[in-house]
């Protein structure tokens, strides 16, 4: 009777098959391979997960297309002074305009146009930033200027206006019809030879650079608030500006750092003022001449105020 003989299972059969084919590559090429295997795997599923994204991003930008909610606008970090309500809609509406259907956040050309119209406006310093927050928020970092002061000038068909000019002396976007109420609570500038002003942004002439030279020097003085308005009318003649109260005229003179050495200094002219404030001289109807009163005589009041202001 013959002998039986077990049969080898096929899958025996092919792991000995294996077993021999590694046997001759070696246990460095098998590696070798194992290692090739999963790179190859690996980047087939990058890939397939990059082409999927293209795809999801489309998508995504296709619905913010089709959104219809107004974009909101915030001003990051805006300064405290930043309340008017005009104001604020206007700057809004700048970006609005320069983004207009462009709701796209993985496009910046409307950002840029809105970044470009901001800083025409005269209202900052530096735009630093315009982005997208989500699909119907848009998010602006900027350096914003100081309003100092108003400016009296007239528009081109004759109305006269109240300007706001920074402490560089340029226009900023906005100003107020002059006597109105509800002016913001800043020193006038009153008399400059350049009445018609310039575009926003731009700065106005050499009599408003001095009124503000002025109103740096007297900022801090403890008589400040008195001050009601800079005349600049004689200094496209004689050079000098004026200081006004509420009754009182100040004959200050040349601007700040330009004193003739017939002149008191400004240091001087500071501490004349001072007393003048204190012994109560600013609330009557008169005109104090300043420039050269010696702060040094006890009769000295008699010399510079003008009790009419038909005497000067």
Request: cysteine-free.
């Amino acid at each position: 009777m013959p002998s039986r003989r077990s049969k080898r299972s096929k899958s025996t059969s092919g792991s000995t098959g294996l077993q021999a084919i590694a046997d001759r590559l070696g246990p460095r090429t098998v590696i070798g391979l194992r290692a090739a295997g999963w790179a190859v795997l690996t980047g087939l599923l990058v890939a397939g997960g990059l082409l999927g994204i293209p795809t999801l991003k489309d998508r995504a930008e296709a619905r913010n297309l089709l959104l219809d909610d107004p974009i909101e606008v915030r001003f990051v970090g805006g300064p405290a002074w930043f309340e008017d309500d005009d104001l604020r809609m206007e700057l809004a509406d700048t970006v609005r305009r320069a983004i207009g259907e462009d709701h796209a956040t993985t496009r910046d050309a409307g950002l840029r146009r809105a970044l470009e119209g901001l800083e025409r406006t005269g209202w900052f310093e530096q735009v630093t930033q315009v982005r997208w927050i989500d699909p119907t928020t848009v998010a602006v970092d900027a350096e914003w200027v100081v309003p100092i002061a108003l400016v009296d000038g007239t528009l081109a068909d004759g109305e006269r206006r109240a300007f706001l000019v920074d402490s560089a002396g340029r226009r900023l976007e906005l100003d107020y019809p002059i006597g109105a109420a509800g002016l913001p609570e800043l020193l006038r500038i009153k008399g400059v030879s350049e009445v018609v002003p310039p575009a926003p942004g731009e700065r106005w002439g050499d009599d408003v650079d001095a009124a503000l030279a002025l109103h740096r020097v007297i900022h801090d003085a403890p008589w400040y608030d008195l001050v009601r308005s800079i005349d600049t009318r004689r200094h496209a003649t004689d050079r000098e500006v004026e200081l006004h109260t509420d009754r009182s005229t100040i004959v200050w003179g040349s601007p700040p750092g330009q004193w003739t050495l017939a002149e008191n200094t400004d240091r001087d002219k500071i501490l004349i003022v001072e007393q003048l404030a204190t012994d109560g001289y600013l609330k009557t109807d008169a005109i104090y001449d300043i420039r050269s009163f010696d702060i040094h005589r006890d009769d000295a009041i008699l010399d510079f105020r003008y009790r009419n202001p038909e005497d000067r």
